[in-house]
């Protein structure tokens, strides 16, 4: 979604198209990406062992595949978030939760803990999922990381849904696709 409204430092909105389109895969690979697909199941760990009022899974059913919600009104606007969380006490589903991994470099990017001063790419995600999945909150989990890949450092932010952004990206994302993919 960040890419398709110019926010995404990684890909365009012709990337977006191209994948959408199934002109290229949807899963590319760099160090990053590993890095992230291999430390989601800690940082997922982590957050749990921190959170102890959440159940922390991958979806409903507690199985490892990740939930995806579809838009009602637009079969074509998906989500498949990181975990869901929900209470301890009563197994209520609450929020959303992203995980993220990032250089230490990339720390200056990230504002006050507890806060939503992510980066913009990051906050479309989170906005996107809330709306999608209709929670009230997303939280955000993450690592950063050394060159090596060793985690230097920990922090969690907190996404509170804002409808009229989730109806911004949902017209943004209706258009693009009637004008450059359907």
Not at 26 to 52: C, K, Q, T, W
Request: proline letters at 5%.
């Amino acid at each position: 979604m960040s890419a398709i409204v110019g926010l995404n430092p990684y890909e365009s909105a012709f990337g977006a198209w191209l994948k959408l389109r199934c002109e290229v895969s949807d899963e590319p690979n760099n160090p990053a990406i590993e890095r992230g697909r291999r430390l989601e199941p800690v940082v997922a760990s982590m957050f749990a062992g921190m959170r102890p009022e959440f159940v922390v899974k991958h979806n409903r059913q507690g199985t490892e595949d990740p939930e995806r919600y579809v838009d009602a009104q637009y079969d074509f606007m998906v989500g498949h978030p990181d975990r869901l969380l929900y209470s301890a006490e009563t197994n209520d589903l609450l929020y959303g939760l992203e995980i993220k991994t990032a250089s230490v470099y990339k720390m200056t990017d990230w504002g006050e803990e507890l806060t939503d001063q992510i980066p913009p790419h990051y906050l479309i995600q989170c906005q996107w999922y809330a709306g999608l999945a209709n929670l009230p909150e997303w939280r955000v989990a993450v690592v950063f990381c050394d060159s090596a890949g060793t985690i230097r450092n920990y922090r969690e932010y907190n996404v509170v849904a804002d409808e009229e952004l989730f109806e911004t990206l949902r017209d943004a994302a209706a258009r693009f696709w009637t004008d450059h993919v359907a």
